[in-house]
């Protein structure tokens, strides 16, 4: 965290022309009044409120598609006011976005709306994650010699997964995660989803509760015996060799740990 | 890879394959290295292939030198990260400041030229050096407004922080022509009198005039082609400095590649002929 030196004519003019971006009262001195009273201020104005705006958009594609343009660029414009970038790396603005748009009572009408924000910050940390190695299902046949259910696969880097209880979040994110149109209904449940990276491309898959659960427990360095434990107290139906299966091919693990 | 930096261009991810493929002598290309401060994937991947096959210069717009407050660590350091791995060209950033008590305002924004200024600007840009390990190059941003307590003349300033610190500079004559303009003064005094010998890169883009004050305010947009008195000015420039690496810079309304490479061709065009003069 930087600091201003209180003392100085610098951090005072650097502290009026900041607040002068977004507060468009009469600023307090009379050297920053000076700048805003000429037409010109509103090029930083616009500047740095279309460069924030811009960000939230690339970085949240589908929820701008769900509501369109103008909508979208409305309700980030207040969301940049309360939550400036704090990192100048605009590929990761908008980290609470989606929390903002759960408590945004234009939105309250689009229940899916966080959750499609959710999962596009999902493919934001998926695109940007550190490289990792990754596992698949040779490595267990090789490694795992028995004692499969003593060890602990470790959740790859760039894999993240999220459920949502009260609507098809997954389905109406990735139907509006391209340019593509789909049609057909949309049964209205709870549904999650599983992103990966297994090489450069960030791709997807849809993951039940307990696919969500077994992921929550081997991210907590449980064993397969403990996730396997815990997805089954979410579904005790799941069919796990078909569910392990699923997520080694998605490319959810890196590795396989002993725990002993 | 050593060959000499002629005139390079923005790249924009639209043209990753483009510029990977292309083989022109002395083509480099600069990237903000803001874009590229990620742990991992296809950016530091795409960065990497391209650095294979060409010079590469990291053009950053956000460590808020002209704050009155130091160098964010964390950003310097991965600024330093990047710089181990790609093993830049250039450096370089910009005589203004972004990053203000925490916050980012994405834009570079103007401060009085005092005495107090030079300090900590000086501090600013010796820390960047001793981190990175090499020198930088600090460039003229664009101005819009009229701004007093100006203790120094912008060219001045620069020199005096080149003398300090031993940066280098980074002239970019769009932003004489577009302040120059915007403020009242002679764009061609300025160029005819900046310091020369520090100068490490030369930018060159587009502008635009404001959407409400129209020709009144000139915004440096770098959505437009290059414009006829900015090459001008560019001309001028080489013909008494000699040639020196010079980016053709891009952000909006961007061309397909070879619109682009038909400018830095030009440009190219431009210090051959110093060259075939000095030789």
Redesign the interface.
């Known amino acids: 965290m930087i600091t201003g030196n209180a003392s100085g004519a610098l951090t005072r003019f650097q502290d009026g022309f900041a607040l002068a971006l977004f507060d468009v009262t009469q600023p307090q001195h009379a050297d920053i009044a000076a700048l805003t009273a000429q037409p010109a201020f509103a090029v930083y104005r616009n500047t740095v409120m279309k460069g924030c705006i811009d960000a939230l958009q690339a970085n949240y594609p589908a929820v701008a598609r769900l509501v369109g343009d103008e909508w979208f660029r409305a309700a980030a414009a207040i969301y940049v006011r309360a939550t400036l970038p704090q990192r100048s790396t605009l590929l990761y603005y908008g980290e609470d976005f989606a929390d903002f748009l759960a408590r945004f009572e234009p939105a309250a009408e689009l229940p899916y709306l966080p959750g499609a924000a959710r999962l596009d910050r999902c493919w934001t940390e998926a695109h940007a994650a550190a490289d990792d190695t990754l596992l698949d299902a040779g490595d267990i046949d090789a490694l795992a010699a028995g004692n499969f259910f003593r060890l602990g696969l470790r959740v790859h880097s760039a894999a993240r997964w999220a459920w949502f209880d009260d609507a098809p979040a997954y389905t109406i994110w990735s139907r509006n995660r391209s340019d593509q149109n789909f049609d057909g209904d949309i049964d209205w449940h709870g549904e999650g989803a599983l992103l990966t990276r297994p090489h450069d491309a960030v791709q997807w898959v849809g993951l039940d509760r307990a696919g969500c659960a077994f992921l929550d427990a081997c991210a907590a360095d449980g064993t397969v015996a403990d996730a396997a434990k815990t997805a089954l107290e979410f579904d005790p139906n799941a069919d796990l060799a078909r569910l392990i299966s699923v997520l080694l091919q998605a490319g959810a693990f890196s590795r396989l740990d002993r725990h002993d | 890879m050593t060959t000499f930096l002629t005139a390079g261009l923005g790249l924009k991810p639209q043209h990753y394959d483009a510029a990977l493929d292309c083989s022109a002598a002395g083509l480099w290309f600069e990237v903000h290295p803001?874009?590229y401060?990620?742990?991992?994937?296809?950016?530091l991947?795409w960065l990497e292939a391209i650095r294979a096959e060409h010079g590469i210069s990291l053009h950053g717009?956000?460590l808020?030198l002209a704050?009155?407050?130091?160098?964010?660590p964390?950003?310097l350091g991965q600024l330093a990260d990047l710089c181990r791995r790609i093993e830049p060209a250039l450096v370089s950033e910009h005589l203004a400041?972004?990053?203000?008590?925490?916050?980012?305002?994405?834009?570079l924004?103007p401060?009085?030229r005092?005495g107090?200024?030079l300090t900590?600007i000086a501090a600013n840009i010796s820390r960047t050096q001793d981190a990175l390990q090499r020198r930088i190059a600090v460039e003229n941003p664009s101005h819009?407004?009229?701004?007093?307590?100006h203790a120094w003349s912008e060219i001045d300033f620069l020199r005096e922080l080149a003398r300090r610190t031993g940066c280098g500079l980074l002239l970019d004559v769009n932003n004489v022509y577009v302040s120059a303009r915007?403020t009242g003064y002679s764009a061609e005094d300025y160029i005819d009198t900046f310091p020369g010998e520090h100068v490490m890169e030369i930018h060159l883009a587009g502008h635009s005039d404001?959407p409400?004050?129209g020709t009144a305010?000139l915004?440096d947009t770098h959505d437009a082609p290059v414009a006829p008195a900015v090459w001008a000015l560019y001309e001028r420039l080489i013909r008494r400095i000699g040639r020196k690496p010079t980016l053709i810079e891009r952000d909006g309304n961007v061309p397909a590649f070879a619109a682009l490479m038909a400018e830095r061709e030009r440009a190219a065009a431009v210090l051959h002929g110093a060259m075939a003069v000095a030789a």
């Open positions: 803001e874009n401060m990620v742990a991992g994937g296809p950016r991947s717009v956000a808020s704050a009155d407050a130091e160098p964010d964390a950003h400041w972004s990053t203000w008590r925490g916050a980012y305002h994405p834009d924004l401060f009085p005092t107090e200024a900590r819009y407004l009229k701004l007093e307590g915007n404001d409400n004050l305010l915004v």
